[in-house]
């Protein structure tokens, strides 16, 4: 007998974003990897911070993440 297949998280989104107690999704920012030299010091500190993800993309985030605790 085959057993019947349940949902699974996508990894990629995992590693992406991260949920809340309260339900928002947390997202990192963009333009941290490479050419820090070049960005001030207050850029760099703001760019190490999580943001919250637009109200748009946080149903097809929470979607791929089946076993997240949101309510």
Do not use: E, W
Request: no cysteine; hydrophobic share 30%.
């Amino acid at each position: 007998m085959r057993r019947p297949r349940g949902n699974k998280t996508r990894k990629a989104v995992a590693k992406r974003f991260k949920i809340t107690a309260r339900g928002k999704v947390l997202r990192s920012r963009a333009g941290r990897r490479h050419l820090l030299s070049s960005k001030n010091a207050k850029r760099r500190r703001s760019l190490g911070n999580a943001a919250v993800v637009d109200a748009t993309d946080v149903y097809r985030i929470t979607q791929n993440l089946p076993f997240s605790h949101r309510g």
